[in-house]
């Protein structure tokens, strides 16, 4: 079992920045792509960006420009850089990771908790 624990919401005025983190933890063998996904109140769940193990990485038309995805493989963590933040960026941010436990087990995409992120004045 992989565990993700995300950390670094809160509130911030327009325009400010804020940086999630999520770190792996438990019976790790190896972790693929690793991601940020988001949700509004009273909208689906919504893919903000990813990155490959070798830092490829892609983004939601809605966030280029403002926000930055970056791993550190050797921490097994995922970070995201948000500037420029608006209030249509407010909504709980779930971290996710493809990784298998063992050699001999499957890849499965395991959550996190997911972290609120609020953008008000």
């Known amino acids: 079992q992989v565990q993700l624990v995300e950390s670094g919401g809160g509130l911030v005025q327009p325009g400010g920045s804020l940086r999630l983190s999520c770190a792996a933890s438990?019976?790790?063998?190896?972790?693929?792509?690793m991601g940020w996904y988001r949700q509004a109140p009273g909208k689906e769940r919504e893919l903000v960006t990813t990155v490959t193990s070798s830092g490829r990485s892609n983004y939601a038309d809605s966030v280029k420009g403002r926000f930055t995805i970056s791993r550190d493989n050797a921490k097994n963590t995922v970070y995201l850089q948000m500037n420029s933040l608006k209030p249509e960026d407010t909504a709980v941010y779930y971290c996710?990771?493809?990784?298998?436990?063992?050699?001999?087990?499957?890849?499965?995409?395991?959550w996190g908790q997911g972290t609120q992120v609020t953008v008000s004045s």
């Open positions: 996710t990771a493809e990784a298998r436990s063992s050699w001999f087990d499957p890849v499965y995409d395991y």
């Open positions: 438990g019976s790790i063998f190896s972790i693929y792509a």
